[in-house]
């Protein structure tokens, strides 16, 4: 995939979304699974934001839980803790979230 949102169709493009949404639902786990797909999803993101924003707060909420269970100390994996720390960014430079939630995400880190 080189053009990405490009070589999807839109339903492809909610899929996606849908499916990173499901993973992160009850997702609590260390490691390189986690790491690979927060990586995965922070590419897409970048890619996709502004034409999907809104299905990114639905997102947000799945990953919400997960990232306030690994921030509080639960993740040793330094490259878990780097792709949190740029999918909060990622949020927040995008405009993506409300103000209180960039503020509840100001606490977790």
């Not at 909420?61 to 993740?75: D, Y």
């Amino acid at each position: 995939v080189h053009n990405c949102p490009f070589d999807f169709s839109i339903d492809a493009v909610f899929g996606l979304l849908d499916s990173f949404k499901e993973l992160f639902r009850n997702m609590r786990e260390d490691g390189r699974t986690p790491a690979a797909i927060i990586s995965a999803m922070n590419s897409f993101l970048l890619k996709t934001s502004l034409n999907v924003s809104s299905r990114t707060s639905a997102l947000h909420e799945s990953v919400e839980p997960f990232l306030a269970w690994a921030l509080k100390g639960n993740v040793r994996d330094r490259r878990l803790k780097e792709e949190l720390i740029k999918y909060l960014y990622i949020q927040v430079n995008l405009d993506l979230v409300s103000d209180d939630k960039v503020n509840d995400m100001l606490d977790l880190l």
